[in-house]
């Protein structure tokens, strides 16, 4: 069973640094971070491959960087914090069979 634990979620101030971490256990293709705030659609931040490659949807790309310490932890920074970045972050861990969701961290931005 592949465990998915994130961390470093908090209040942070606008213009302040930030920075989450996502750690599996278990072997894994991918490992993604998304974002949800009530009443809207879980989206897509970005996601790293095995290989270290990573991918961004376009409307994230200049926003946040996703780096890989080792085969099972990640990590999420945003470039530059604003308070629309306040959400529930979530990672997900893809093996060959299913996707696995942990349960998230809060962000709070204030202005």
């Known amino acids: 069973q592949v465990q998915v634990v994130e961390s470093g979620g908090g209040l942070v101030q606008a213009g302040g640094s930030l920075n989450l971490s996502c750690v599996v256990s278990g072997s894994t293709i991918s490992i993604g971070w998304y974002r949800q705030v009530p009443g809207k659609e879980r989206e897509l931040i970005a996601l790293?491959?095995?290989?270290?490659?990573a991918n961004y949807p376009e409307s994230m790309k200049e926003r946040f960087t996703i780096s890989r310490a080792n085969a099972n932890t990640v990590y999420l920074r945003p470039k530059t914090v604003k308070p629309e970045d306040t959400s529930v972050y979530y990672c997900?861990?893809?093996?060959?069979?299913?996707?696995?969701w942990g349960k998230g961290t809060q962000v709070t931005v204030r202005a």
């Open positions: 790293i491959l095995n290989n270290g490659r």
């Open positions: 997900k861990a893809k093996t060959c069979w299913i996707s696995h």
